[in-house]
């Protein structure tokens, strides 16, 4: 009699089908990362040299690409906060930026107030060295001490800071700001600072 062929294994269809589960699986894991997770937004900023007091509690959820940096923070809603040396920020319900070691750079989403005039921080730096954070605010750098962004502020809804936080914050390419310059003082001011002047005329 004769033999009957075997039906076709249907093993490496299986082992496929398994490999491509797999795969899809890991994608997101490979994009990025969403809160809440094992690791805190506040802890991923430690493990690039940037203190984690950088931005605020309340943070719902992040999102890194691993492959350009991009961090996406996203906010419950939007909040001021005021830090221990009485320096004020204001942050959107989204802050994005670019993140690498003891940087994030091409930042949205996020201001600094400066004698009554909010600022949007376009990028940060952080060097080990010194033990100073550099904000750059577009046309000029401001140095503050590391340790005062060290723990993550509490956000509030209002911090009695006036208008044009939200407007700074969004503002991407903001070059000049009427009636503001910068004046550096020989001798004077705080280590560290510039110090920055309202214009009369």
């Known amino acids: 009699m004769a033999e009957l062929p075997h039906p076709p294994s249907r093993l490496?269809?299986?082992t496929?089908?398994?490999l491509f589960l797999l795969l899809a699986a890991a994608t997101p894991l490979a994009l990025g990362r969403t809160a809440p997770a094992a690791v805190s937004i506040h802890e991923l900023l430690r493990e690039h040299g940037l203190p984690g007091g950088l931005l605020p509690r309340?943070?719902?959820?992040?999102t890194l690409d691993e492959t350009t940096g991009l961090l996406e923070a996203r906010l419950?809603?939007?909040?001021?906060v005021k830090y221990d040396d009485g320096e004020k920020?204001?942050?959107?319900?989204?802050?994005?930026g670019n993140l690498s070691r003891g940087a994030?750079?091409?930042?949205?989403?996020?201001?600094?107030?400066?004698?009554?005039?909010?600022?949007?921080?376009k990028g940060i730096?952080?060097?080990?060295?010194?033990?100073v954070i550099m904000f750059d605010i577009g046309y000029?750098?401001?140095?503050?001490?590391?340790?005062?962004?060290?723990?993550?502020?509490e956000c509030q809804p209002k911090l009695g800071a006036g208008a044009g936080a939200a407007d700074a914050a969004r503002w991407r390419d903001r070059r000049g700001f009427p009636g503001l310059r910068w004046r550096r003082e020989a001798g004077g001011g705080e280590e560290g600072h510039h110090d920055l002047h309202l214009d009369s005329r």
């Open 76 to 80: 419950s809603s939007s909040c001021y």
């Open 104 to 121: 994030l750079r091409g930042c949205e989403g996020l201001a600094q107030q400066e004698l009554f005039v909010w600022l949007p921080v």
């Open 140 to 153: 000029a750098t401001k140095t503050l001490s590391k340790s005062v962004f060290e723990d993550p502020p």
């Open 89 to 96: 920020a204001y942050f959107d319900t989204v802050v994005r």
């Open 16 to 18: 496929l089908m398994c």
């Open 58 to 62: 309340g943070v719902d959820s992040y």
């Open 12 to 14: 490496p269809l299986l």
């Open 125 to 131: 730096l952080s060097d080990p060295d010194s033990g």
